[in-house]
C-alpha cells in the first residue's frame, strides 16, 4: 500500500509539473512570441529544473506542439465531417459550414495559432507537425470530392487530389490572415466568398 502511494505521489507530481510547463510556456508564447521565448525562460517561469523539464519535454518545439495538439484535433475532426450530400445545394451547405468552422476556430484560437505560425518557419519540428495536418485535411477533402464526383454531382475532368490541395491552400491563406487580422473582410464574407468560388466551379 505504502509503495503504491508513493507512486501515485510521483505520478501526481509529475503530472503538476508538465502542466506547469505547459502554462508557463503559453504565457511566455504570448507575450514574447516564439523566436524570443527561450527554455530558460520557461524553466524558471515554471519554478522547475533542467533535469525535470527535460523529462517531459526536448524543447520549447515540444511543447508547442503540445499546446497545439487540441487545436489541431479539432481541425480534424472538422475536416472529418460525414459528407454525403444529394444535392449541389446540399454540398454547398455542407461546405460553407465547414469553411465557416475552419476560420471561426483560427478566429478562437488565433493567439496559440499565431505563435505557431511564427513556428512554423523557424521550426522543422513545428513545419513538419503543421504538414502533417495540412496532408491529413487534404486527405480528407480528396474524399469529399471523390464522393461528390461518384455520386454525378462534380466534375470528372478535375483530378480529385489536385482540387483538394487548391481547396486546403485557398482556406490556409485566409486562415493565417484571420489568426494575424490582416484581412477587413469579416468571416462570413470570407467563408461565403470561398464557398461560391469552389462550389460554382467544382459541383454541376
Known amino acids: 500500500m505504502q ?10 507530481r509529475s503530472i503538476a509539473t508538465r502542466k ?3 502554462e508557463a510556456s503559453k504565457e511566455l508564447f504570448y507575450e ?13 517561469k ?21 499546446l497545439i495538439e487540441d487545436v489541431m484535433q479539432q481541425f480534424l475532426d472538422m475536416a472529418n465531417m460525414p459528407f454525403t450530400p444529394i444535392t449541389k445545394q446540399e454540398a454547398k451547405g455542407l ?13 478562437e484560437n488565433h493567439q496559440i495559432m499565431r505563435v505557431f505560425s511564427e ?12 504538414n502533417e495536418i495540412r496532408e491529413a485535411n487534404i486527405h480528407y477533402i480528396t474524399r469529399d470530392i471523390s464522393y461528390s464526383q461518384s455520386h454525378g454531382l462534380a466534375r470528372t475532368d478535375l483530378q480529385a487530389n489536385l482540387v483538394a490541395r487548391f481547396w ?11 489568426v494575424n487580422q ?12 470561398l464557398t461560391a468560388m469552389y462550389a460554382d466551379g467544382l459541383y454541376l
Open 46 to 66: 515554471a519554478k522547475t529544473g533542467y533535469g525535470t523539464a527535460y523529462v517531459h519535454f526536448s524543447g520549447k518545439d515540444d511543447i508547442l506542439i503540445m
Open 119 to 130: 513556428a512554423i518557419g523557424l521550426s522543422s519540428a513545428v513545419n513538419s507537425k503543421w
Open 20 to 22: 506547469r510547463l505547459l
Open 3 to 12: 509503495r503504491e502511494e508513493v507512486t501515485d505521489g510521483r505520478s501526481l
Open 95 to 107: 461546405i460553407h459550414q465547414q469553411v465557416h468552422m475552419f476560420l471561426n476556430m483560427a478566429h
Open 32 to 44: 514574447n512570441g516564439f523566436e524570443k521565448t527561450t527554455i530558460t525562460q520557461i524553466i524558471k
Open 182 to 193: 490582416t484581412n477587413t473582410a469579416s468571416i462570413d464574407e470570407i467563408a461565403n466568398t
Open 168 to 178: 486546403f491552400f485557398a482556406n490556409e491563406n485566409y486562415q493565417w490572415e484571420v
